[in-house]
C-alpha cells in the first residue's frame, strides 16, 4: 500500500496515466480507450429512463428472466453484477459462460423461451463460441 500511494497510482489512473502499464507508443493509445469505465456513471445517467422504459416493456410482454450467453469477458459484468444484486424483482439474470453440455442443457431448462431474453454477448462479434451457445440453448440447427 505505501508502494501504491508513493508513486500516487490512485491519482494516475484518475488522471488516465497509461504510464502505469505501457511505455510502448503502440500500446498507449489502446490502453487509453480501456479506461471509459471510470466515468462511466456520469456518462449513462441519461440513460437511466431508456433502459427503464426497455424493462419495463420487457416485463409487459411477460418476459421475467434473462439469459445472457457469454464467454469469459463477454459476460463478465454480466456476472459480478448478478453476484452483487441478487434477484428481488424485475428481471432474473441467469448468465452461461460455459460451452459444457451439462450447464448449457441446465441453462436450457430454465429458460423458458415464452418468458426469457436471450442475450447473446461476444466481444469480437458473432463467433463460434457464440454459435455453441446459442445453438444448443435455443434449439437451432446449423
Do not use: N
Amino acid at each position: 500500500m505505501g508502494e501504491l500511494r508513493e508513486d500516487q497510482v490512485g491519482r494516475r489512473i484518475w488522471g488516465r496515466d497509461v504510464s502505469l502499464w505501457t511505455r510502448d507508443e503502440g500500446a498507449v493509445k489502446e490502453a487509453k480507450k480501456r479506461l471509459g469505465w471510470l466515468t462511466l456513471p456520469q456518462d449513462t445517467t441519461s440513460e437511466l429512463e431508456f433502459y427503464r422504459k426497455l424493462r419495463d416493456e420487457i416485463l409487459e410482454e411477460g418476459i421475467d428472466q434473462v439469459l445472457w450467453l457469454g464467454m469469459g469477458g463477454s459476460s463478465l459484468a454480466a456476472d459480478v453484477l448478478s453476484r452483487l444484486f441478487p434477484y428481488s424483482g424485475g428481471l432474473k439474470l441467469r448468465v452461461l459462460d460455459s460451452t459444457d453440455p451439462d450447464e448449457v442443457a441446465e441453462a436450457s431448462a430454465w429458460a423458458e423461451p415464452a418468458r426469457t431474453l436471450f442475450v447473446t454477448a461476444s466481444k469480437i462479434g458473432y463467433d463460434c463460441r457464440a454459435a455453441g451457445h446459442a445453438g444448443p440453448v435455443l434449439g437451432v440447427c446449423w
